[in-house]
Each structure stands twice: as structure tokens, then as C-alpha cells.
């Protein structure tokens, strides 16, 4: 579940977007003009507006109260991921990331190209995933042993995921409550439900927290 979240829903790229270019300036509704800058990376981050950096926490291990959840802050149960985009909305692809886009400028592809520093197989780790646009709202992914698909809202935000293991296992379902925003829109923090089921039993359910920190141009 974790390997499937962390890259499906946040590193891998996934968002299907507008296909407008990335210094497009979007209104809420969608039209060019005066409003909200966007761009097809900014969105494939559940981002808008002249984001610089975004700092992911997540907590592997949260426990929802009525109106709190409380998270298990141990190491080996965070996740922290950092994203950097230039003054044009560009993800700045870090040293061995490969990525590759359509026509519309959206990425399909990514590719991670790190060295293998424990030497378990000769030459590169390539994890590698790509991705089907199916429309504004929708995109399937499939790589790393999993198929995928993300659905989004109209402000670019996950409302959920459907994970199917390429081969027989565990099949997964997330869903995203968001909890706290900037001035700008854009989620600081949220809860996602995870529904996870191994053939023949019954299905079982945990929680994570993400927490993000936004820095702006």
C-alpha cells in the first residue's frame, strides 16, 4: 500500500489537466484570462498559484478522533517528499528522474534512473510508470507491478484511487478527506481511508495523514 500511494498519488506525476501551457493564467472556472495561475505540472500536484516548493509529510500510522488524528511520529512510519518547480510552473525533474510528455505538454511517463547503492543487481534501479489522460478528471496509471486509476476533483484535488495488483494480491482503494488550506487553495492537510483486501478475506481498514508545507515565488 505505501509503495503504491507514495508514487501513485504524489512523485509519479498522475494528474490529467487542461493541456494548457505552463504559464497559463486559469480562472476558477476554467477559462484564460485574470485568476489562478495553473499549469499541467502544478496540477499533476494537486497545486495552483506560483508555487516554488511543496514539502510532503506523511504518517503511515494515524489514528482519527472526532475532531483530531493523532499520528504515530516514529521514523520508520514517515514519509517526507519534496517537489520543486521553476517560476513557469515547471517540475524540476531532480538529477536521475527521466519524464516524458504528449503534445499537450502533460507527462506520461516517469522514470527513475538512481543507482543501486546496495549493489543487489549491476547498473540502475528503474522504477518506471506511465499514464493515460482519460479525461480532465480521470487518469490511469499502471507500473511497478500495479494498475491504477485517480480520480480528481475540479480544483485538481485526489478524491480517491483504485489500485489492482498486476497480478493476483491486494487490492486497494483510497479516499481523501481534506482537513486545512492555504490562502491560495491549495490543501495543507488531509486524511485518506484506506480500504485494503487480499482475495477470499475481508477487507481491512487504516488511516494516513499527509501534511504539507508550500513555499511561494
Given at each position: 500500500?505505501?509503495?503504491?500511494?507514495?508514487?501513485?498519488?504524489?512523485?509519479?506525476?498522475?494528474?490529467?489537466?487542461?493541456?494548457?501551457?505552463?504559464?497559463?493564467?486559469?480562472?476558477?472556472?476554467g477559462?484564460?484570462?485574470?485568476?489562478?495561475?495553473?499549469?499541467?505540472?502544478?496540477s499533476?500536484?494537486?497545486?495552483?498559484?506560483?508555487?516554488?516548493?511543496?514539502?510532503?509529510?506523511?504518517?503511515?500510522?494515524?489514528?482519527?478522533?472526532?475532531?483530531?488524528?493523532?499520528?504515530?511520529?516514529a521514523?520508520?512510519?514517515?514519509?517526507?517528499?519534496?517537489?520543486?518547480?521553476?517560476?513557469?510552473?515547471?517540475?524540476?525533474?531532480?538529477?536521475?528522474?527521466?519524464?516524458?510528455?504528449?503534445?499537450?505538454?502533460?507527462?506520461?511517463?516517469?522514470?527513475?534512473?538512481?543507482?543501486?547503492?546496495?549493489?543487489?543487481?549491476?547498473?540502475?534501479?528503474?522504477?518506471?510508470?506511465?499514464?493515460?489522460?482519460?479525461?480532465?478528471n480521470v487518469?490511469k496509471?499502471?507500473?511497478?507491478?500495479?494498475?491504477?486509476?485517480?480520480?480528481?476533483?475540479d480544483?485538481?484535488?485526489?478524491?480517491?484511487?483504485?489500485?489492482?495488483?498486476?497480478?493476483?494480491?491486494?487490492?486497494?482503494?483510497?479516499?481523501?478527506?481534506?482537513?486545512?488550506?492555504?490562502?491560495?487553495?491549495?490543501?495543507?492537510?488531509?486524511?485518506?481511508?484506506?480500504?485494503?483486501?487480499?482475495?477470499?478475506?475481508?477487507?481491512?481498514?487504516?488511516?494516513?495523514?499527509?501534511?504539507?508545507?508550500?513555499?511561494?515565488?
Amino acid at each position: 500500500m505505501k509503495h503504491t500511494f507514495a508514487f501513485g498519488a504524489m512523485l509519479s506525476l498522475l494528474t490529467a489537466c487542461s493541456g494548457l501551457g505552463p504559464d497559463t493564467d486559469v480562472t476558477p472556472g476554467g477559462a484564460v484570462g485574470e485568476g489562478v495561475f495553473d499549469s499541467t505540472d502544478l496540477s499533476l500536484f494537486e497545486l495552483r498559484h506560483r508555487v516554488k516548493r511543496v514539502t510532503k509529510t506523511t504518517y503511515w500510522r494515524a489514528t482519527p478522533d472526532v475532531d483530531s488524528v493523532a499520528v504515530d511520529t516514529a521514523a520508520a512510519h514517515v514519509t517526507v517528499t519534496v517537489a520543486y518547480f521553476d517560476s513557469l510552473g515547471n517540475y524540476v525533474a531532480r538529477r536521475d528522474e527521466r519524464l516524458r510528455r504528449d503534445e499537450f505538454g502533460r507527462i506520461i511517463r516517469w522514470e527513475d534512473h538512481r543507482p543501486n547503492f546496495n549493489r543487489q543487481h549491476g547498473g540502475f534501479l528503474k522504477d518506471t510508470l506511465s499514464y493515460e489522460h482519460v479525461s480532465a478528471n480521470v487518469v490511469k496509471s499502471n507500473g511497478m507491478g500495479d494498475f491504477a486509476v485517480t480520480v480528481y476533483d475540479d480544483d485538481h484535488r485526489i478524491v480517491g484511487q483504485y489500485t489492482d495488483p498486476a497480478v493476483d494480491g491486494e487490492h486497494t482503494a483510497v479516499f481523501n478527506l481534506y482537513r486545512a488550506e492555504d490562502l491560495h487553495g491549495n490543501w495543507l492537510e488531509r486524511l485518506s481511508v484506506w480500504t485494503t483486501q487480499q482475495p477470499g478475506q475481508k477487507p481491512h481498514i487504516s488511516y494516513t495523514l499527509d501534511r504539507r508545507e508550500i513555499v511561494y515565488y
